[in-house]
């Protein structure tokens, strides 16, 4: 049976060091350093000793920092004389800052477009003027009716300064584009003395903006280009990255730039901006009919990346001690970008040769301009230091379909780095789809995560007659919930209406088409409600023409006539495996980052309650063996049927779900946690990782009970009265020991797929024990037949003091809810897992 397997050997662990190889002494450097020192304090010493002025040591230094100046100054003088001389165009490069070069210094397909700022410059005031009426027209309005508090609030000054917005270099695509469309790439800069005042009267509270900086890259795209006036049918603007933003608040709203709230405060606005306008959202404005741009407004992705991270080779040991006399080793991780995606790799300790043997799974959109971007950081307790990059043109990768190769790192002396990079196509029909599942072993496992198989793309329009909710003859303030399987994404709250329009586009990566289905809920944010629900199977999808299915959906639980418009569509992702000749040699191409490696932010991650990674990489599978058909650990052992269960499992494959935080990584973004991987077992969370090395360290050779973590007892039911479900935690029975003092266990409880700070319950903390009793209730509010769509995480935890690192997981359970005895309860105990699924039945 799939999932019976018993644990091998640890198939990724590191090669053993021998005694005294992860530190080594400098003993020339510790000499010269007794040397410099002893020089610096003999004449100090003599001067004492002969009973002279300290002013003479002063003397001494002050005419000694003169010399060095005056020489270095001659020297510097002669080098830039000598370098003009040889080569002009290089020598204005070194005098300048690479990061304060404008991009058509750096790129020649990049030009010039003084005529285009000239005409800006020119347009300016009516461009402001265009600006303020939307400030006071459109936000104004908004602002007033998305709260009563609100209701006074205004703008009182409205002003974008005399700057206007520069515009460094335009590219334009000519190569690997529709012949129907234009491709531009705006290098965009904004430095403006704008003063924007807001009041709220009601409160007498005053706020605004002073000055604004935004830099970044954004693409205008013209299509479809047609044969009437005026040419083409629609624009398309939006930034292919989150651009860089600063912010000088005036008022009450000086506080945000307190130290702390100033990066907080700035990545808020950011990730308002990428609601609207960084990849893959987008502002349309349409030139003809709305039928001609139909396809605009429900785009679909022009293929999807696999990307196998596993291993890298001889990277820089960044770790010292005693102030860098004693050399150590790194602990690396990757962070893994493509466009405004980004993975996190686990952290390997104390390693120069770490294996990873992670799969991601990538949306590309716009892959002329897009690159797949990988950096190498050394985890450390402050600032992580930087082990070197690597930058791929994504239109090679399209070309070769499937690369496997070792890449040279930049910006480093040394290191290398192996990659195994799939194209997927998206197919608009079922004909490969029995293949595809079974090259992901689909077919076999009852999973409703790993490696996906196709692509749901799904466009949200609108709504109607949606009843009121809670309160009679009141709007509601509408979302609408959609999931499949253990993810789960959300829509645009509509604030004061019963018909809704959002426009809105998610897409949702699946595992097995034929098993699983799309839950959407319609949900009133004000009253925390259901207005309506429904249930669709993928399976409707594969005998749609084209996989696709546009209608209005009636929603149950709801309204008679209360209906919801989507628009879904179903691609298959599919690896071209192309004919070469045996002697075919490939290579991806691999730019050049164009600014130093002086010019960057070096990412700082920011600080976690627990250590990200638990210590080696004795869990990750061996290195995948090169071809289309395998994938990295999936071959040694089956793939993991709980991968998913532990809440939404990425943070860069949605493309509505993309989190943000402060300015961390080098794109001033920064990934809270590592993200998951799909495909391998070092892919679960740490704390479950940790918890199985644990499990394997108690085996030890010897056969563990039925219940090797211990159980854990529940009182599960519904309130119909209460409209809730409550649950009851009695106690605990043979937990392991998290230490040698023994547990400090506590219970922490979920609704999934809702696993927001909000919906969390906690039971307290039991000392010392491995049988603690708890007794205590808890209530989610939350309708019968919701609930039965539902699942109850439940996690035993043990708690440790503050700032211990006897901190952890020691057992979950999954409780599945959909059962007809719901109503009427049930108590039971539960056996506690790694991952919360049900132990395998050994046959």
């Known amino acids: 049976m799939s999932g019976s397997r018993a644990p091998g050997p640890e198939a990724g662990a590191s090669r053993p060091e021998p005694p005294g190889a992860a530190l080594s002494v400098d003993v020339a450097g510790l000499l010269a350093q007794l040397a410099r020192s002893f020089a610096l304090l003999l004449p100090v010493y003599a001067l004492g000793y002969l009973g002279l002025s300290f002013s003479w040591v002063l003397l001494a230094l002050g005419l000694l920092v003169w010399c060095r100046r005056s020489r270095g100054l001659k020297a510097t003088r002669l080098c830039r004389a000598l370098a003009l001389l040889e080569d002009e165009e290089r020598a204005v490069r070194l005098g300048v800052r690479a990061c304060d070069l404008p991009a058509w210094v750096h790129f020649p397909d990049t030009e010039r477009a003084e005529w285009l700022n000239k005409t800006v410059k020119h347009m300016w005031p009516f461009i402001c003027q265009f600006i303020e009426k939307l400030f006071r027209e459109t936000i104004e309005p908004a602002v007033r009716g998305a709260h009563t508090h609100l209701s006074t609030f205004s703008f009182t000054r409205v002003d974008l300064g005399q700057q206007p ?80 933003l600063e912010i000088n608040w005036t008022g009450l709203t000086n506080l945000l730039d307190i130290p702390g709230l100033n990066g907080l405060s700035d990545t808020i606005i950011l990730d308002i901006i990428s609601n609207y306008l960084v990849l893959p959202n987008r502002i349309t404005v349409p030139l003809v009919s709305e039928v001609q741009i139909a396809q605009l407004r429900f785009p679909v992705p022009k293929g999807v990346l696999r990307i196998h991270f596993i291993e890298a080779q001889d990277l820089q040991g960044k770790d010292t001690y005693l102030k860098g006399l004693v050399k150590g080793k790194s602990d690396p991780y990757g962070v893994i970008r493509v466009g405004n995606q980004i993975f996190q790799s686990k952290v390997i300790k104390e390693n120069l040769s770490p294996k990873w043997n992670e799969v991601y799974e990538a949306l590309v959109y716009e892959h002329p301009g897009q690159e797949l971007e990988i950096e190498l950081f050394d985890e450390d307790p402050d600032k992580d230091d930087f082990l070197g990059s ?37 197919m608009p029909d079922a004909s490969n789809l029995e293949q595809v599942l079974t090259d992901i072993r689909a077919d076999k496992d009852q999973a409703d995560d790993g490696l996906s198989s196709s692509l749901l793309i799904l466009y949200l329009d609108s709504a109607r007659n949606l009843p009121s909710g809670k309160k009679v003859n009141s709007n509601p303030n509408p979302l609408v919930q959609m999931s499949v399987g253990h993810t789960a994404q959300e829509s645009k709250i ?133 071809g289309g058909g395998e994938r990295p650990g999936m071959e040694e052992q089956g793939l993991p049927a709980e991968a998913g269960l532990q809440g939404p499992r990425d943070l860069g494959r949605s493309s509505s779900s993309l989190q943000a935080g402060p300015a961390g990584s080098p794109s001033h973004i920064s990934v809270k946690e590592p993200t998951p991987s799909i495909a391998s077992d070092i892919s679960l969370p740490i704390a479950t990782q940790e918890l199985r090395q644990r499990l394997r360290q108690l085996e030890n ?142 046959t």
């Open 165 to 244: 917005l520069r515009i460094n270099g335009v590219k334009v695509y000519t190569e690997n584009v529709d012949k129907r469309q234009i491709i531009l790439d705006l290098q965009i800069s904004f430095v403006g003395n704008c003063e924007i005042d807001l009041e709220i009267k009601r409160y007498f509270c005053r706020a605004g903006v002073q000055s604004i900086q935004i830099h970044g890259t954004m693409r205008v795209i013209l299509e479809p280009l047609i044969g009437d006036m005026p040419l083409v049918g629609a624009l398309s603007v939006f930034f292919l990255r989150k651009p860089l």
């Open 390 to 426: 690597l930058m791929i043109d994504l239109t090679e990768v399209e070309k070769e379909r499937l690369l496997d190769e070792w890449f040279t790192l930049d910006e480093v002396p040394r290191g290398k780095l192996h990659l195994k990079l799939e194209w997927l196509t998206l």
């Open 701 to 842: 050779g010897t056969t563990l009970g039925q219940s090797p973590l211990g159980q854990i007892q529940l009182t599960i039911r519904h309130s119909s009265q209460r409209n809730k479900l409550v649950v009851v935690v009695h106690a605990c029975r043979n937990l392991i020991a998290f230490s040698e003092d023994g547990s400090d266990p506590y219970v922490r409880l979920y609704l999934l797929p809702d696993k927001r700070r909000s919906g969390r319950r906690k039971t307290h903390v039991s000392k010392k024990t491995l049988n603690p009793v708890f007794d205590q209730s808890f209530d989610f509010s939350v309708s019968l037949p919701d609930v039965q769509r539902r699942t109850l995480d439940v996690a035993v935890k043990n708690s440790g003091g503050f700032l211990s690192k006897d901190k952890g997981l020691l057992g979950k359970v999954l409780v599945g809810l959909a059962s007809e005895e719901l109503a009427k309860g049930w108590t039971q105990w539960y056996d506690l897992t790694e991952d919360g699924t049900r132990p395998p039945v050994v």
């Open 494 to 626: 509509r604030y004061k209406t019963n018909e809704p329009v959002w426009e809105e586009n998610f897409t949702f990566f699946i595992h097995n088409p034929k098993r699983q289905e799309l839950e959407v809920e319609v949900r009133d944010e004000q009253h925390q409600c259901s207005l309506g629900n429904l249930r669709i199977p993928l399976s409707q999808l594969l005998t749609r023409e084209d996989m696709t299915l546009s209608q209005r959906f009636q929603l149950s639980n709801s309204g008679p006539n209360s209906s919801l418009k989507m628009k879904l569509a179903l691609r298959v992702l599919h690896l071209e495996k192309q004919e070469r000749p045996p002697d075919h040699q490939h290579s991806a191409q691999v730019k050049r980052p164009s600014v130093s490696k002086e010019g960057r932010k070096v990412s700082a991650r920011p600080q976690m309650s627990a250590s990200p990674g638990s210590g080696d990489s004795g869990t990750a599978p061996s290195t995948p063996v090169a």
